[in-house]
């Protein structure tokens, strides 16, 4: 390995990606600017967000140019250097893209990690990072939940959703989570203790809200939404009063063309709740202080955090679309090298 | 008159409310029962709001049954009293029906009011009731604008939308409405002091997305939405970082068996706005406070209420559905004595 395979956008997404519209090429491996240096990538977050910046409209993020590689968090080691606050062979994190070797420039979002403390380097792409700290933070500032109260999970088999459910039962919530399929449901209630698990898989609008009642049966006080569509529909119908609904993810919606939306929003008004959109990135300067939070449950073994590692750039198209699929089971990484 | 008109529910409507939906019926004044009172209505007010309560579906309140007289706040005089703490002549205001006479039972919502002060006991109705009141805390406790933001109000010429533009001035907001119609337009800017008016009709999305956003560069700090459907979908597309919905009415959606809603979330998401379901009676225990406020703002001529008094229980139909074809200017109030 001496040259660079990067894994380009070639063109936009139509609705769900096609392999056309990306394209795997080789070029030579870059050097440091002045200032910066060259990340050699081990690891690679795939994201449902990924999609998002694929398409051609304004988000809280640019849209990935054509021909560039497709964004992604990594974590790798230093390469090259033109930095003296960067060693060559020093393990980083940044907002880089699905290639072997990245640059970072100064002042960007790269930053050191201490790997010999955790099992895999990789952890900082799940539990210890944007993945956990997003449901730390959105949960807890965000939410707000008060013990005893019910905290439902859409996507809660996901990489974010189970940890939210399972810092929900450590504050003191009775924890509902929803997800496609009876393997999930299973290890909700198995490996992450969530009190009842909900599939939602064959399941029209009313039997959704039949089951969600039944299991809340005085109402749901917070909704952590990564899925959207008819999910959230039917979520809306089981909301107590003042109910909070945090906006983290819309996983059912970034492939659709004709978006689903929340069609009922009166039931928002008469329940006299409240919908947050949340973005984890206006909690950077508080990251520090989440991260040790998570690393201390997992070492207290409160916190269970599960990785679907893939393996290979080349498998770069069919990993990502297993965040879609359903079929990834705890936080979808790629392994570069 | 010495027998009571009931214009009552005959079945429940689909879509928009037909003539054969109602009956108008004539019956003896009633007797107040043990500790009661039968109330001559005077003035009955008419809101979106009484078009859900005839749906049969779930809400802040039973459904209207079928049969009874449409459910009203309505302004009147004490008729017949077993209550020694309201005598006959006194005038009162409460949660009754369009009907000449009301039983009012003990406990609940009936309480004297003073209408030497006022230019008309129909004010109880407006500036004084639950629309001065709707506007005053969903602007001061929900969206809680700062001085130099920018507050959009759609359903901007109506009873709630009026009052919110003009003490969004007093807070030192930059006030941007939008309404049906040049007239309506007009209304704003001359007689409520809006900054700027935008007339949604004929206007496609993209339309309504670029005059919103002239007119508010910056971005929408506070948006009090009284309409949902497309023009709440075009304004998310204004928001500022950090914006709030305060969601109060959805009039355009009232009558449409299929609901628009709102179909991109990730507007939401990506500006980190929230939404907050609103509803007056909520803040039952503040009315006083906000009441002494409105009055002021009133006798100080730094508010005007304008309302659009029609006549006669005979025309209540014609009268209600002035608020769905845009034809009220004002509060829309139904003068029945």
């Known amino acids: 390995m001496d040259q660079n395979r990067r894994f380009l956008l070639a063109r936009r997404p139509d609705g769900e990606p096609v392999p056309e519209d990306f394209s795997l090429v080789t070029q030579a491996i870059p050097t440091p600017p002045p200032g910066g240096l060259v990340v050699r990538n081990h690891y690679a977050s795939l994201d449902p967000a990924q999609r998002g910046w694929m398409d051609d409209t304004e988000s809280y993020m640019p849209p990935i140019p054509l021909g560039d590689p497709v964004r992604a968090t990594t974590v ?186 929340l069609q009922n929003l009166w039931q928002i008004l008469a329940r006299r709740a409240t919908i947050h959109g949340f973005l984890i990135a206006d909690y950077a300067h508080r990251f520090a202080e989440g991260g040790a939070q998570m690393a201390q449950w997992l070492s207290e073994g409160k916190l269970r955090a599960d990785e679907d590692v893939q393996q290979g750039l080349e498998n770069a198209y069919d990993a990502f679309m297993r965040l879609f699929s359903g079929a990834n089971t705890g936080k979808l990484v790629l392994k570069i090298a």
Chains 1, 2 share one sequence.
């Open 76 to 261: 790798g080691v230093v390469h090259a250097s033109d930095n003296p606050d960067f060693a060559v062979g020093q393990w980083v994190m940044g907002l880089n893209a699905l290639e072997d070797y990245s640059v970072a420039v100064p002042g960007g979002f790269t930053m050191p990690i201490a790997v010999d403390a955790v099992a895999s380097p990789s952890n900082y792409l799940s539990a210890l990072g944007a993945v956990g700290l997003t449901a730390y933070f959105g949960l807890k500032e965000v939410a707000k939940p008060q013990p005893g109260e019910t905290l439902l999970v859409s996507g809660a088999a996901g990489a974010v959703g189970s940890a939210v459910g399972q810092i929900g039962k450590i504050m003191g919530c009775r924890v509902i989570g929803i997800a496609g399929g009876p393997d999930k449901c299973r290890r909700l209630l198995d490996d992450y203790g969530f009190d009842a698990a909900i599939d939602y898989r064959g399941k029209d609008h009313a039997a959704l809200v039949t089951e969600i009642t039944a299991a809340a049966p005085d109402g749901v006080n917070v909704v952590f939404e990564n899925v959207g569509g008819a999910v959230l529909e039917a979520e809306v119908y089981t909301l107590a009063r003042n109910a909070r609904i945090v906006l983290c993810g819309l996983i059912s919606e970034y492939n659709a063309t004709e978006k689903h939306g």
